[in-house]
């Protein structure tokens, strides 16, 4: 017996039998699909506020030891508090993807010291350099997010180690996990000359209200913020979530263009200009909404797809505009003007004026490998000169403040006998390198030591070079861009590469010709993949070195290293 229903089954132009069409999967998005978790890692946020596991660890952890520890709190909230489990020692790179966590995991910690804004004082350097010292072997890395890293700590000295940094008034909350993240902010706010607005003041209420707040604290991911007041766009804002970056409106004076969704990790996108301009008396309440709208529209289902990046790709600038102005606002932001092209270096490298006719200085730690001896060090340092204000950078830099015009070369040579530079050095000034195989779970590649090693040869082989400008190198030792190799002239992406002899040795996967906005280049590029493009560990000065020498021979008169290496053939790059 034919049906109409029958008919209706079929394809109009083939005849063939029509598949009923799937059910759209939900997204996870609280305000669309409701807050059922869809994951393990939303199951475990919604059983338990990460904030809440402080207690826990203070009250039954630190006294009963690593042991003690339930899975879900040592593999998700802990973080919510800046503790990672760092890597076994004696794992091999190529064994990292092959093994489940707990088997790559030792019994020790990463603790990440936040530093909203890279503000610090001497004090609170030399309480840092005191618990590294007597806690964490004497580790600490300066990060490219302003922060402090410690390892080797044990969880049966964590409380004392939150007493000893809340007593000079700093914190490990919300360092990392799904949460607003350490706030990037101008490592020159407040003192520089050419400083178009202080955003100081919207850090520090950003971070006191709402750093640690519950209704902020269950994110779809990590969250990353970025001000900066400064015309060299010093924090990397293409690369955050939610970005401000100082403008000059015709009409309305100083203020902000907004900036979000950026993120680099294994799918890099860059965040889009929503074309408003934010007064400064707006920018806490703007920066609210935005994370807000994350908090409610993010997508959950996926963790690889829960960055605000994603969002923002479905919706585009103008719906993300219309939301913010119209669900969190309530009012329409005036539009503004973008950022102008930077015409001075971001990183604040070298001897500059403040605003008060003081200088500051900053040095260059090789890839941002310090000691809590040398924390000490330049704490001493610093307070011997008079000076009690330091700040961190966006690029594993350092600055002290405040050093009087007759000082300065005392405390640059102070500085050099540490082993800081402050000089534009060839390559040790431009190379970054993320926590690498050494501590890191996820890496494949061993980073800080062979970036080191790399500089030294570069630096001894192209002596007397003149380089048209500082080409960049960043080191990562997984895929996912802590580094962010995509946005370096060179970046180099650790992974297993097989030798020529057939041999499976550590190396890197290249990417050329990236950058962010800056004084050498317009605007932000990822950087060209050339493929089968791969160096070995032990290969890279040689490599690197060929790379730039091949650019001078070839590079016109005005072309910088990403035009050439997004201009000539890949022969020349391999």
């Known amino acids: 017996m034919s049906t109409h229903v029958d008919e209706l089954k079929k394809d109009p132009d083939t005849g063939a039998p029509k598949r009923p069409a799937r059910p759209k999967k939900s997204n996870g998005q609280w305000k669309v699909d409701g807050t059922e978790p869809l994951n393990q890692n939303e199951i475990d946020k919604a059983a338990d506020n990460g904030l809440n596991v402080r207690a826990r660890i203070e009250e039954v952890y630190s006294k009963q030891g690593f042991s003690s520890i339930t899975g879900d709190d040592l593999h998700a909230r802990f973080r919510w508090w800046g503790l990672y489990t760092q890597r076994k020692p004696g794992i ?20 990440r010291v936040r530093i909203d804004g890279g503000k610090l004082t001497t004090e609170q350097l030399r309480t840092i350099a005191d618990i590294s010292n007597d806690f964490a072997r004497g580790s600490a890395d300066l990060t490219d997010r302003q922060n402090i890293q410690l390892h080797w700590i044990e969880i049966e000295n964590v409380p004392e180690i939150w007493q000893r940094l809340e007593a000079v008034g700093l914190q490990t909350t919300e360092a990392c996990g799904d949460v607003p993240r350490v706030i990037l902010g101008s490592p020159v706010a407040g003192i520089a000359a050419d400083e178009l607005i202080d955003p100081t003041p919207a850090i520090e209420e950003i971070s006191r209200r709402y750093i640690g707040d519950t209704s902020l604290s269950n994110l779809p991911r990590k969250y990353k913020t970025a001000i900066t007041g400064h015309p060299s766009q010093d924090v990397v804002h293409e690369i955050n979530d939610c970005s401000f970056v100082a403008v000059d409106h015709p009409e309305h004076g100083i203020g902000y263009d907004l900036w979000v969704g950026g993120a680099l990790s294994v799918v890099p996108r860059f965040g889009e200009r929503l074309g408003t301009w934010v007064a400064p008396d707006q920018v806490v309440e703007t920066w609210l909404g935005v994370t807000q709208i994350f908090r409610d529209y993010g997508f959950r289902r996926l963790r ?14 103008e719906k993300f505009r219309e939301v913010l102005e119209t669900e969190y606002l309530g009012y329409r932001l005036a539009d503004g003007p973008a950022p102008t092209k930077p015409i001075v270096a971001g990183d604040h490298v070298g001897v500059h004026k403040q605003v008060d006719g003081r200088y500051y200085i900053g040095v260059t730690p090789v890839v941002g490998r310090v000691s809590g001896t040398l924390l000490g060090q330049i704490a001493d340092l610093a307070e011997k000169f008079g000076s009690t204000r330091l700040r961190t950078t966006p690029h594993q830099k350092l600055l002290l403040l405040d050093i009087e015009k007759s000082d300065v070369d005392d405390v640059v040579a102070g500085l050099d006998a540490l082993g800081l530079s402050s000089r534009k050095d060839l390559f040790r000034r431009s190379t970054m390198a993320c926590t690498g195989i050494e501590y890191c779970k996820l890496a494949i590649v061993e980073t800080k030591q062979t970036a080191a090693d790399t500089i030294d040869k570069l630096e001894e082989r192209l002596a007397g070079i003149d380089l048209p400008h500082p080409i960049s190198l960043h080191l990562n030792g997984c895929p996912n861009s802590c580094a962010r190799i995509q946005t370096a002239d060179i970046g180099l992406k650790g992974q297993i590469v097989t030798t020529d002899d057939g041999e499976q040795v550590p190396g890197f996967q290249v990417h050329v010709g990236g950058g962010l906005a800056s004084k050498d280049r317009d605007e932000a590029g990822l950087g060209r993949t050339v493929r089968g493009l791969k160096v070995t560990a032990d290969n890279l000065g040689d490599y690197v070195e060929t790379l730039v020498r091949r650019f001078l021979d070839g590079r016109s008169e005005t072309e910088t290293f990403s035009e050439w290496a997004h201009r000539v053939d890949d022969e020349e790059l391999v």
Not at 93 to 104: M, W
Request: proline share 6%; no cysteine.
């Open 92 to 111: 091999d790179g190529g064994r990292t993807a092959k093994l489940e966590p707990h088997e790559l995991e030792d019994e020790y910690f990463m603790l």
């Open 304 to 317: 690889n797809k829960a960055r605000l990046k994603f969002l923002l790709a479905e919706w585009g600038p």
